[in-house]
Structures are given as C-alpha cells and as structure tokens.
C-alpha cells in the first residue's frame, strides 16, 4: 500500500507538468462498466466545436488532387485547432464518383478519430469516370444528410467540395443540390466549392452552389496547387510521433477492446504508408489541445488515471492492457507513472520541434510565387473567416503547411 501511495503521488506530480490535458475536459458514462467503474466515454463541454466534411471527386482526372488531400488533411486539422476556444474537431469524409463506377459514394461519418479517416483516405486511388458530369447531387445530398452533424448551435459546420466536373442534372431520381442546399442552410452548414481545373460548366455550377449555401468558391489547378515544403525536422517529429503513440495503455472490456485495437491498427497503417511530412504535420496536431481526442481515444489508461477518473486498482484484471494483467499491482503502479513520464517528455520535445518547424515554414514561405493562391492559403482565409463570423478566433498567421 505504501509503495503504491508513492508511486501515485509521483504520478500525479509528474501529470502536473503535462500541459496536454486541457482542464475543460470531462467525463460522462454508461452502463457499461470496469470492474465497479464506469466505463469512460470521453465528452466535451465548454469547448467550441468545428465539424468539417470533405465531399471529395475520385474519379481518375483527380489523382493529384487526392494524393494532396493525403498530404494535406494534417496541415488543415492543425489551422484549425488554433481557434479560440479550443475546439473539438470532427471530421469527415463523402467520395464520389458517377453511375457505372465502382461505387457512387463511399461515406465517412464525422469523428474526432482523424486516424482512422485517414487511414481510409490512404486507400483512395483515382478511378473510373472520363464522361464529364459526376454524382455530385448524390454526394451532397449524403454529405449533408448522412454525417452526424453537431446540434450546438455555437458550432463552425462546414462543407468542402472538391472536383472537377459538374453534376448530373439528368438523373430523374436525384435530389438536385439547390435542395439539398436548403436543407443545409437549415441544418447551419457552410459549403464551400474547390474546382480543380478549369472547365466553364464545373466553374458556373461550383459559384451558384458556394453562392446559395453561404460559402466561398474558389479555383486551384487540377494537381491541386498545395504547398509542399520538406523541412529538416519532419524526420524526427514522424519518429516521436510514433513513439508517442506507444505510449498508449487502453483498457475495457472485449468490444471496447476491439475498438481499440482499429484505432491502433490506423496509426500504425499511416506510420508505415503515409510520407514524412504527413507524419510530423500529424504529430504537430497531436501534441496540440486540439488534437487530444485523435491521440487519446476512449479508455486510454493513463490519461484516465491522471484525471482520477480510475483508480488503477479498481479495474478488472480481464479489462486492462494484456501486458499489465500478470503484474503485482506495485508493477502496475510504476509501469503508468513510468509511461506518464515518458509521454510528457515525448510532447515537450515535439512541442519544441513543432516550433522550429513553423519557423523554417514562415521563411520559406516568403520565398513562394503566388502563395496566396495555392490550396493551403485558400482553404486557410475561407476557415479564418468563417469561425470567427462563428465567435471562434484563428490564431495561426498562416496555414500549417
């Protein structure tokens, strides 16, 4: 008992030099339990919310587009997580494609596990199409009624549309998008339009779609214009990124468990498929208030423990992580202290990194021809003023490339 005393104490003192955890953070549960404990959902109160949907063309004329959605998606996350208040951030994904392809639309609900999105997206290949007009009224119309918006009225709901060709407008059984416009406008969602090269109808169609719900339109060339800057940290913050994930104890019970072992099975697919850069903008997200929920997940041990929302103790030896369930308690106890350390030490140094890497960003930036009209700026400017129309403030200067 005392050893154990000991090691909680030092536990806690070393929580409280993780500035990670945001105190807004709280708990509800459900009738599930762990062993006397409520099983842990993790809610959000006092936070602001941002649900952002990418309702994205897939079709073989979008290749360059996807693989910059790929590179991209991180770089986004991080602007975004630098509104005040913090926020939630949800998001989710709707592709598209036409009748007679492989599919018509593949939907991805909003969640804040940004891991498994994109361990979906990694997947996407450009395909089918070369027809010209898509199912892009199918596409809006599953975007805006099929994902989970929020109902806080407070919330930055928004909607990117992204392609280069215009809708079907001969499909007898389709919802035409004025009115599923309508129905976003009722519903507080914002869509805006992305074309990707220049065809004149794709041009007409995207403006009036932006015009009637309340949105921006805007034009980047088919590759998709992103900026891409390799900098000389990405490296290293792909590597600690890694390792912070290994930092992760989760517990539960057998579906909770298997929940668990998807969100893990993400992180490692975007760890061995994914680029460099992808992986350090992703560890940039993490390590910032914003990004907890991607990092965390549900039941993630010593962060529940640290919160006091468990006691150690108190959980079923069937519903800890595997490797703790033949440990004497006193091991227990030091193997979360030990984890909490490194995990703190792990956040400092990609915060630290993260800085340096912004730095180089901003000189490079300087150095960019047209800058102002690649994807990363335009996206940036469009979300910048709408969450403050929105009450929220973005506090970056510039995107996170």
């Known amino acids: 008992m005392k050893s154990k005393i000991i090691a909680l104490a030092l536990f806690v003192s070393t929580i409280g030099i993780v500035a990670f955890y945001p105190a807004e953070r709280v708990v509800g549960a459900n009738t599930g339990s762990n062993g006397g404990v409520s099983t842990i959902n993790v809610q959000t109160a006092g936070r602001s919310r941002i649900d952002v949907v990418f309702v994205l063309d897939t079709t073989g004329s979008m290749g360059g587009m996807i693989e910059a959605a790929k590179e991209k998606i991180w770089s986004i996350a991080s602007t975004m997580a630098t509104a005040q208040p913090t926020p939630e951030i949800r998001m989710g ?16 609900d909003l969640s804040s596990d940004l891991d498994s999105m994109y361990a979906e997206l990694m997947d996407f290949r450009a395909g089918g199409g070369g027809d010209g007009p898509e199912s892009v009224n199918k596409a809006l119309h599953d975007a805006v009624h099929k994902m989970s918006w929020s109902q806080d009225a407070q919330a930055y709901r928004v909607l990117f549309l992204v392609g280069d060709a215009p809708p079907h407008m001969d499909y007898q059984d389709d919802v035409k998008y004025k009115d599923t416009v309508a129905v976003a406008l009722h519903k507080g969602i914002t869509i805006n339009t992305i074309q990707c090269g220049k065809d004149g109808s794709t041009k007409r169609r995207w403006e009036q779609i932006a015009q009637l719900a309340d949105g921006r339109y805007f034009r980047v060339e088919q590759s998709g214009s992103a900026v891409a800057i390799t900098t000389p940290y990405d490296k290293k913050l792909a590597e600690l990124s890694k390792e912070l994930d290994g930092t992760r104890l989760y517990y539960g019970d057998e579906e909770e468990k298997k929940q668990q072992k998807r969100k893990v099975a993400a992180a490692e697919k975007l760890h061995t498929g994914s680029s460099v850069a992808s992986r350090a903008r992703r560890a940039t997200f993490n390590a910032s208030k914003g990004g907890e929920s991607n990092f965390l997940g549900d039941g993630e041990l010593v962060e529940d423990v640290a919160r006091g929302r468990v006691d150690l103790s108190d959980i079923d030896r069937d519903k800890l992580p595997e490797p703790m369930q033949s440990m004497a308690p006193a091991d227990r106890d030091a193997l979360v202290v030990k984890t909490a350390k490194r995990r703190s030490e792990l956040q400092r140094q990609i915060k630290d990194l993260a800085g340096e890497r912004s730095g180089f960003l901003e000189k490079k930036r300087d150095s960019i ?15 910048r003023e709408q969450v403050e129309a929105q009450g929220m403030k973005l506090e970056a200067e510039m995107p996170a490339y």
């Open 369 to 383: 021809e047209d800058v102002e009209a690649s994807l990363d700026d335009q996206i940036y400017t469009t979300v």
């Open 93 to 108: 994904l709707v592709a598209y494609r036409d009748r007679g392809d492989a599919y018509v639309t593949r939907v991805f």
